[in-house]
Nanobody, 120 residues
């Protein structure tokens, strides 16, 4: 299983970025994919998660600014981030929750991360 993120970079406060994460590998099912972030000295936290049934949930700090979506045919999940703030800076990681057999326990895989820096 491999997750490859892209789309990070430097943006001014109030700007937008779109992150992409491409999943590759052979699994029985992808139960969910999501984005998490980690700022220096802080714990990794949920940004947004989308389940196989398209249910989504977000971190409390998102407050309608970000949208997570996916393209099943392309095995890709996106995170559209609008209204970025300096406190949104950090490394953004993609996570996939997958199973390898019918009714088996899920495994989690992480990408390498992509840096997002928001300047004030």
């Amino acid at each position: 299983v491999q997750l490859v993120e892209s789309g990070g970079g430097l943006v001014q406060a109030g700007g937008s970025l779109r992150l992409s994460c491409v999943f590759s590998g052979t699994v029985f099912s992808i139960d969910a994919m999501g984005w998490y972030r980690q700022a220096p000295g802080k714990q990794r936290e949920l940004v947004g998660r989308i389940a196989s049934g398209s249910d989504t949930n977000y971190g409390d700090f998102v407050k309608g600014r970000f949208i997570i979506s996916r393209d099943v045919a392309k095995n890709t999940v996106y995170l559209q981030m609008n209204g970025l703030k300096p406190e949104d800076s950090g490394v953004y990681y993609c996570k996939a929750e997958v199973t390898f057999e019918y009714r088996s326990s899920p495994y989690s895989f992480w990408g390498q991360g992509t840096q997002v820096t928001v300047s004030s």
